[in-house]
């Protein structure tokens, strides 16, 4: 079955210091992948996507990630976080089928102390 | 704003009951999305209608129900609630061969 898996669930950083959130997922197919960023309280917004092409895509915010297709992997990465990207961020694929169908990992959460 | 709204934002009811959730799409975006984000199962696909006919079907229960309208917003029909339905609600939309979705703000079932 397609899966995303976020290993880290909750990560705590002090503000300047490097982020790197990794992402694997699990389909043999052409996928599509995305990170979406989720503040507290708010609904769903992309960062970036990764289609085809350069595999280091840059996003909103200062975000970037990486897709090495060898290791089913897109990690996303910012090299210096501040407090307001306390947030939870999701990985997800879409299946290159008919559906387009969005599937999320379990999220990570981070805490960015000032 | 990503243009996707959702009504209402937030509904609380009994179990038993029935809710209908609505979703209106970005102008010109043909394709709707549900997803269902609880803390046990996270964020999960319900469904998808694209243009008004079912495209995808994902983790829905029987329970639920969902269309898709002739001016292309989209209702989701929530029955025999159960505790268990408590959850955030998602709506997103897409334009029409487009990758991206967009999402609505949620609608925030509590189930009593």
């Known amino acids: 079955a397609q899966s995303v898996s976020q290993h880290n669930h909750h990560v705590i950083l002090s503000e300047a210091a490097s982020l790197e959130l990794g992402c694997n997922y699990s389909y043999g197919g052409t996928v599509n992948l995305f990170w979406y960023v989720q503040y507290p309280g708010q609904h769903l917004q992309l960062l970036l996507k990764?289609?085809?092409?350069?595999?280091l895509v840059k996003g909103i915010k200062g975000f970037e990630a990486e897709f090495i297709k060898s290791k089913f992997s897109f990690n996303l990465r910012k090299p210096s976080v501040q407090w307001s990207d306390t947030a939870e961020y999701f990985c997800?694929?879409?299946?290159?089928?008919?559906?387009?169908?969005?599937?999320f990992g379990s999220g990570t959460r981070l805490l960015v102390r000032p | 704003d990503s243009g996707v709204t959702q009504t209402p934002k937030h509904l609380i009811t009994a179990t038993g009951q029935r809710v209908t959730l609505r979703c209106s799409p970005r102008?010109?975006?043909?394709?709707v999305y549900w997803y269902q984000q609880s803390l046990d199962q996270g964020l999960q696909f319900l469904i998808q209608?694209?243009?008004?006919?079912?495209?995808a079907k994902g983790n829905i229960l029987e329970r639920f129900s969902a269309q898709q309208f002739p001016d292309l917003h989209s209702e989701l029909n929530l029955s025999s609630l159960e505790l268990g339905d408590s959850a955030l609600y998602f709506c997103a939309s897409s334009p029409p061969g487009a990758d991206t979705q967009y999402f609505g703000p949620g609608t925030r079932l509590t189930v009593l």
């Open positions: 997800a694929v879409t299946p290159m089928d008919s559906s387009y169908k969005l599937i």
């Open positions: 102008s010109g975006d043909l394709s």
């Open positions: 990764y289609f085809s092409g350069d595999p």
């Open positions: 209608y694209y243009n008004g006919e079912e495209r």
